[in-house]
């Protein structure tokens, strides 16, 4: 592949709006927990562990979109190594489940 191709990734555009959409959603709970308590302050925890969540997600999702290009660019030792990343990671993910 040369520099100038590049493959579109319906994926990556929405990851990158999601790491926006992360960032907003960690500064609105911390801001929350910062100004307001009382019966308020449950909706800021659940800002905040929700973009801890979406932190977490958007690695995962981007190995997957590396995995679906270079499957698409045929270059196999690039995909099994997506690949192999994401099989650690659920294993990862099933042991520490059940642990």
Do not use: H
């Not at 999601?18 to 801001?31: D, E, H």
């Amino acid at each position: 592949m040369t520099p100038d191709q590049e493959v579109p990734s319906v994926l990556g555009r929405a990851l990158r709006i999601a790491l926006m959409a992360t960032s907003a959603t960690l500064a609105m709970g911390l801001a929350l927990s910062l100004v307001v308590a009382g019966p308020a302050a449950p909706v800021a925890e659940a800002l905040v562990w929700l973009g801890l969540g979406m932190l977490v997600a958007i690695p995962i999702l981007n190995v997957i979109d590396v995995l679906i290009i270079e499957c698409r660019l045929k270059e196999w030792p690039f995909a099994a190594a997506a690949a192999a990343v994401l099989l650690i990671l659920a294993y990862t993910f099933v042991e520490k489940l059940y642990n």
